[in-house]
């Protein structure tokens, strides 16, 4: 008897909660701008730490809304989230999230995060970045080589050529069963055995030939890369240093993040992409904002998210900046790419399709796992 | 005599005090152990988590998800514990039991280890052994023509080596304590029957001090075991997996319930072990050596041994203390994070934000969030130290107090898995349990309660295993004679137990205190006041790509941990003035 009229109750209050939301997500800024006043605060998880330069640009152009940012790497977002919505405690209001595919499956599907596309930038995101997750921004795991010790340009123009003797132990790679971005990668690879095939084609002149208990080229790519001595380390630093130190003899070359270039002369780095690859050199993989199902404070919660995309000059204005890195795009296509860097067209990486990864992630892992 | 009138006493009698206690014992420890790890089993018992038992025990993948990182664990849990018996052994007897020179500083230096994160002693491996499959600038030995093989510099050599050289100052911190309360008086009269050194040491020292040789292996097995740094670091590139990074790893890329069957599988080989070494102690006679007599401590002469002693004490120091500090200040002072010993700085420390270093960032000292980080930091760690030892202590006074029976064996198991317990899985468990409102309490999500609650209950092992080593030393018959003179049991524990097993706890205390500041994955989860730890701040740094700021906190971390471990000292002294 309780348990059905607190159901009921439930219910009730749903449907205009519901409405609200709709109310909300077609709300101008100004609009939300009056409510999140009243709301007071906004809480996010971020994946990066430059969410404490957002507060300061956020607060500033919206007194009296106070921002409280959390950074929490995707995974711990995730078990933090599913953890809290299950005692039933409604807390954070945004998440800015990288491990789209897991976040699509572990919160999107079961309703603990809902997409709100900014009225004012519908016209201005490709539809595929707003659906369904929305994405602010693409960041890479691309081929990348030592450019002082390779003058003349990438020393890889095939990925097959990776799997060559002359590269076995000389390739290097962040372990994929230990970062989600890689395995995002390699399964993005399998998503492609026709390109894998063909790009076979045109560095051996044959057919490939795949394990019977392998489905498609791009499954075989990533045994062959493993039995061909990969190197696996543990973090990006590590990698950078391998491939990038300057004056360093024979090089390996690794998977890593483009926008790592930036911090070459620093380091004394010669890191640079491979963009010249067959099929493709990488993957460019989403960071997504997305509000927490009953956000406390849902007005807020959108506001913020409209203002992280910046505003309508060239490089995003102030709200952008945090996040306008040479290397990564944004996906706002009133926001320039950095001039130095190769401009998103360009780039021969493949953008991952979210659900398919998402669908075949696991699948690839346990092949991953065999191979170790 | 009929039976309701032999059954009312017989009830009253049950719960006594004595038998409260233990009640009382369990019910603390179910709640924030069981629970919380019934949580994890659950998860691990719906369809996602019943294909993980099964992809992990029995499928193809299963030589490599489970026996190949089990055997590498085992190597290492049982070789980590055997070479930090053996060194902390030999450097507590050589710190406690003689009057090698300098016995202070190798004290302090000895326990210094335990309190430089592990990833600091696996770089400064690195920087000494790192060869050419890394690429990059060769390490000192290569760059100097020596040619370093692929097992001296990674794999399970390289890892066995730097979690005994990170753990051994956690098995001394504890040998120590017990070794301080052998009484000279046993010693004494060993040597006025004749007896001789090794006589002496295998007969009294070594058996008194058994309980705690059997608490620093199972810790440094439990911490072994659960290390994740080092094989991170220092396995991977020769592929090398241990249960615990296959469980990070299996947690970070969404495939939660294999980590979580990974961690119970964990539990479950690390209780074995426990277990077997829980019936060691319990199966042999008790040997009680405080008794409130003679609480000197005898120091053997080292004669003409007293300086190659003090070389090899000070020796191990040097490796395992000074070298990973070195490396861990320069890579807080170096520009450029692969030239460690050229273009020192202080920016990172002091330097003024906006230059050309480090895009501008200002230096440690500088971050207005550093001094709020610096008190939150010491209000956790001596919180949270003080409500385990507290909790420890009366915990190990139950179990050891009702050594052999069921519930104290129940007990000590239970105390000592929260170590082995991911600290992802344990946070998402209390946020899960406690995060909404139960009956009158209120929900604790988000509190500094949950916070400290969660943190005493993970490192309750450090609390429990210092302390039992110590209070199985101490005699009954104290307690006894107070009870008889009408001491009720909160004054029996103030007046006698606490200042007689002072040591023990305080080594406890800071163990804990240690793990707490040094903590990330536990803090970040559960808490949710903006104004940050220091290992926040230091993982804000790290994630930006900016090491060196990450490696200076790291520093101020360990200046801290120091400090601690010296006002814990001076503590000691003062209430055991006896022993002046």
């Known amino acids: 008897m309780w348990k059905s009229l607190k159901a009921a109750l439930l219910a009730a209050a749903c449907v205009p909660a519901l409405a609200a939301a709709q109310d909300l997500d077609a709300m101008s800024t100004a609009e939300l701008y009056d409510r999140a006043k009243e709301e007071k605060t906004v809480t996010v998880f971020s994946l990066s730490s430059r ?230 050199n990488g993957i460019l993989f989403p960071a997504v904002l997305a509000v927490a199902d009953k956000a406390p404070s849902p007005a807020a919660a959108r506001l913020l998210i409209d203002f992280m995309f910046g505003d309508d000059t060239a490089d995003g204005g102030p709200a952008f900046a945090p996040f306008n890195v040479p290397g990564d795009y944004a996906t706002r296509t009133t926001i320039a790419d950095d001039p130095d860097s190769v401009p998103l067209e360009d780039l021969k990486a493949w953008t991952i399709n979210t659900e398919a990864v998402a669908e075949h992630r696991a699948r690839i892992a346990d092949l991953i796992i065999t191979l170790q | 005599m009929s039976m309701p009138e032999l059954a009312a006493p017989g009830w009253r009698r049950f719960l006594t005090a004595r038998r409260l206690a233990p009640l009382l014992m369990i019910l603390i420890v179910g709640v924030l152990v069981l629970a919380p790890l019934l949580r994890i089993l659950l998860a691990t018992l719906s369809p996602a988590g019943i ?58 230096l000895h326990t210094l280890p335990f309190m430089i994160p592990s990833f600091a002693a696996a770089l400064a491996w690195g920087t000494l052994f790192r060869n050419g499959r890394m690429g990059g600038s060769p390490g000192f030995f290569e760059a100097n023509g020596f040619i370093i093989p692929d097992w001296l510099a990674w794999g399970i050599v390289p890892v066995l080596i730097v979690l005994i050289a990170h753990y051994y100052s956690l098995a001394f911190t504890i040998i120590a304590a017990a070794l301080s309360s052998v009484g000279a008086d046993l010693v004494e009269a060993a040597q006025m029957t004749g007896a001789r050194r090794p006589r ?79 019936r060691l102690v ?62 020192w700085t202080l920016h990172f420390w002091l330097g003024e934000g906006g230059g050309q270093i480090a895009q501008g960032t200002a230096g440690i000292f500088r971050n207005p969030v550093l001094i709020g980080a610096l008190l939150n930091t010491l209000k956790l760690g001596v919180v949270v130290a003080l409500i385990t030892m507290l909790l420890g202590l009366a915990l190990a006074h139950t179990i050891t107090r009702n050594k052999g029976t069921v519930l ?85 524990m103030w007046a006698i137990v606490v200042p007689l097993a002072i040591r023990g706890l305080l080594a406890g205390a800071i163990l804990v205190f240690v793990k707490m500041v040094r903590d990330l994955s536990l803090v970040v989860l559960l808490f949710s006041a903006t104004s940050p730890v220091l290992s926040m701040v230091a993982y804000r740094y790290a994630a930006e790509g900016f090491m060196q700021f990450a490696n200076a906190i790291t520093v101020l971390i360990l200046v801290i941990c120091l400090t601690a471990s010296l006002v814990a000292q001076a503590l000691q002294a003062r209430v055991q003035k006896w022993k002046e």
Not at chain 1, 193 to 207: I, L, N, R, T, V
Not at chain 1, 226 to 249: C, H, I, M
Not at chain 2, 225 to 250: E, H, Y
Not at chain 2, 290 to 297: A, F, P
């Open chain 1, 51 to 280: 969410i404490a330069r957002v507060e300061k640009a956020f607060e500033a152009t919206y007194p009296g809304v106070d921002l409280i940012g959390l950074d929490l790497s995707s995974a711990k977002q995730i078990a933090r989230v599913v953890a809290e919505q299950q005692a039933g405690v409604y807390a954070v209001d945004v998440l800015y999230i990288a491990d789209a595919p897991v976040a699509l499956r572990d919160l999107l599907a079961p309703g603990r995060i809902h997409t709100y596309v900014p009225p004012r930038l519908a016209d201005q995101i490709e539809n595929r970045f707003k659906a369904p997750l929305l994405v602010h921004r693409l960041s890479t795991k691309v081929l990348m080589y030592n450019e002082q010790a390779y003058p003349d340009g990438s020393p890889v123009t095939n990925l097959w050529q990776l799997t060559l003797p002359e590269w076995s132990g000389k390739v290097m790679m962040v372990d994929p069963t230990q970062r989600g971005e890689l395995l995002d990668l390699l399964t993005e690879i399998a998503l492609h055995p026709d390109e894998m095939a063909a790009a076979y084609k045109a560095q051996f002149g044959s057919d490939i030939v795949i394990d019977d208990d392998l489905s498609g080229a791009g499954e075989q790519f990533i045994r062959n890369l493993f039995l061909n001595d990969l190197v696996l380390v543990s973090n990006s630093d590590d990698l950078n240093k391998a491939v990038g130190t300057r004056d360093a003899k024979d090089p390996p070359v690794a998977f890593g993040t483009y926008s790592d270039r930036r911090d070459n002369e620093e380091e004394g780095w010669a890191l640079q992409v491979a963009n010249d690859v067959e099929p493709a």
């Open chain 2, 200 to 278: 002496i040491f295998f007969g009294i020292v070594l058996p008194v001090v058994t309980p705690a040789l059997v608490s620093a292996a199972s810790l440094t097995l439990a911490g072994a075991v659960a290390n994740f740094a080092a094989p991170a670091l220092l396995g991977l590139p020769v592929r090398m997996q241990t249960l615990s990074t296959r469980l990070f790893g299996m947690i970070e890329i969404g495939q939660a319930e294999r980590g979580f069957v990974l961690a119970l599988l964990l539990i479950a080989v690390s209780g074995i072990f426990l277990f077997l070494s829980d």
């Open chain 2, 51 to 108: 294909e993980a038992w099964g992809a992990i025990l029995a499928s193809p993948m299963s030589p490599n998800l489970w026996w190949r990182p089990l055997m590498n664990t085992l190597i290492l849990g049982l070789g980590v514990s055997a070479g930090c018996l053996l060194l902390g052994g030999f450097t507590a007897w050589l710190v406690v039991m003689t009057d090698v020179p300098g016995r202070r500083i190798l004290g302090v």
């Open chain 2, 408 to 492: 104290a064996n129940i007990l000590s198991q239970l105390a000592f898995l929260p170590l082995l317990i991911p600290s992802i899985a344990f946070a998402a468990a209390y946020i899960a349990l406690f995060g909404a409102p139960i009956g009158p309490l209120p929900s604790l999500y988000g509190s500094f309660t949950l916070l400290v609650m969660a943190a005493a209950a993970h490192n309750l092992p450090y609390a429990v295993q210092s302390g039992r080593s110590v209070l199985g030393q101490i005699s009954t018959d104290l307690e006894e004679s107070a009870r008889l003179t009408g001491a009720g049991p909160l004054r029996r």
């Open chain 2, 282 to 343: 319990s199966g042999r006679r008790a040997f009680v050596t405080v008794t409130g007599k003679g609480g000197r401590t005898r120091r053997f002469p080292l004669g003409k041994w007293r300086w190659p002693l003090f070389v090899a004490g000070f020796g191990l120091a040097m490796l395992t203390t000074i070298v990973p500090v070195v490396v861990l200040v320069a890579s807080s002072l170096a520009t450029q994070t692969g030239a460690l010993f050229s273009n």
